[in-house]
């Protein structure tokens, strides 16, 4: 009897010491990873590596660029210890004033056909490069569907990177265009990579800090978060801090000393989109 109660007694005594020091009893984990719209060259990999656990890979060209470097480096991406997570970049309303279903269906189809090229297994996750924010018009939201869908058939899986700041509108009321997609999505499964640099809940572009969880970017549901951006948006991310004075994020001295600026994501996986190979 004894010996029980100095048992009883000891785990009474290690419980208090637990709860003092506050220890939660499951704590999320995030994963750190950058995204960039030229590919950062095979050399920098490994020095990117020391900080990152996954890198965006583009399957088209990004916005404003007229090639896409990334083809053809997954292989080297992988075996350099990254995951990823897979981009194909979207249309801007103006392209889409006539058969904005039709559009869509098209790159989806154009989604496939880049990501069987590079090798990327079946389910996938391809996150679609929505842009331009706030409440989508009809001809955004048709084509946006008609993307998923037809990714859906091809044996993937959907996602969209996308706005996930608040933008007041004109009657007064907030939109998020995350929480408008989802709203709007019925039973589509989408998985969501959001933008939201305004600090806070940005931490700015840091890296020494622990990693932030994608849920804390102000949209509970997503698996991304973008939390910095290169160059360094002033009229969001004014209040930020943690940028170089030229306004770019950088990932140590080596990759600053070589202008190798990133952008900062946060995932609930080393591996958003599962592209590694089985």
């Known amino acids: 009897m004894l010996r029980i109660l100095r048992l009883t007694a000891c785990l009474a005594a290690f419980s208090l010491l637990i709860t003092s020091l506050d220890v939660p009893a499951s704590a999320d984990s995030s994963f750190l990873g950058f995204d960039r719209n030229e590919y950062p060259g095979d050399a920098n990999l490994q020095e990117l590596r020391k900080t990152f656990s996954f890198a965006g890979y583009w399957l088209n060209n990004p916005p404003g660029a007229r090639s896409n470097t990334w083809a053809g480096k997954r292989v080297r991406i ?15 309303y103006r392209d889409l004033k006539k058969d ?3 559009i ?12 069987r090229r590079e090798g990327f297994p079946p389910h996938t996750v391809i996150f ?3 842009e331009e924010g706030g409440r989508l018009l009809p001809e955004q939201r048709a084509y946006l569907f008609a993307w998923i869908d037809e ?15 608040a933008v007041r509108e004109s009657g007064g009321a907030t939109v998020t265009t995350a929480e408008d997609i989802r709203q709007n999505a019925g039973q589509r499964r989408i998985a969501y990579w959001v933008i ?9 572009c840091t890296l020494a800090n ?4 994608p849920r804390s970017s102000s949209i509970d549901f997503a698996e991304v978060w973008q939390f910095a951006q290169s160059p360094k948006r002033k009229d969001v991310a004014g209040a930020c801090r943690g940028y170089d004075p030229n306004g770019s994020c950088y990932a140590s001295a080596a990759t600053a000393k070589q202008n190798l600026y990133v952008d900062l994501n946060a995932a609930n996986s ?3 989109s599962e592209g590694r190979s089985k």
């Open 78 to 92: 992988e075996a350099a210890g990254f995951g990823f997570v897979v981009l194909f970049n979207g249309r801007l």
């Open 100 to 102: 904005a279903a039709g």
């Open 104 to 115: 869509g269906q098209s790159d989806g189809q154009a989604a496939i056909a880049a990501a």
């Open 128 to 130: 679609l490069d929505q």
């Open 151 to 165: 990714v859906v058939r091809g044996g993937f899986r959907a996602g969209i990177y996308c706005s996930g700041i």
């Open 196 to 204: 939201n640099d305004v600090c806070p809940p940005s931490p700015g």
């Open 210 to 213: 622990r990693i932030p969880s």
């Open 270 to 272: 080393a591996d958003p």
